[in-house]
């Protein structure tokens, strides 16, 4: 038998308790979970790095779009049509 330190998957830290424990404590276990299998509320948080920075230059855009319309604002914008 040997005992191996083992340490958790989510922040590396030692892990005291059962052996059968695998993370140092739930929110790790989930944190875990959540980013390798990822679903429901956190299911957001996987995207790949393209993807986020896709969005970051979407995002950005259309702050620039929103500042431009504000500016070159038509006057007549809720129309008289
Ligand atoms: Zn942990």
Redesign the pocket.
């Known amino acids: 038998m040997t005992k191996a330190k083992r340490s958790?998957?989510?922040?590396?830290?030692g892990?005291n308790g059962h052996p059968n424990k695998k993370?140092?404590?739930s929110?790790?276990?989930d944190?875990h979970h959540n980013r390798y299998n990822p679903r429901g509320y956190y299911a957001h948080l996987a995207i790949s790095v393209e993807e986020a920075e896709a969005r970051e230059q979407e995002a950005m855009h259309n702050e620039a779009m929103d500042a431009q319309e504000a500016s070159e604002s038509p006057g007549g914008f809720f129309g008289d049509g």
């Not at 958790?8 to 830290?13: F, H, R």
Request: glycine share 8%.
């Open positions: 958790c998957p989510a922040c590396g830290s892990i993370f140092c404590d929110r790790c276990k944190r």
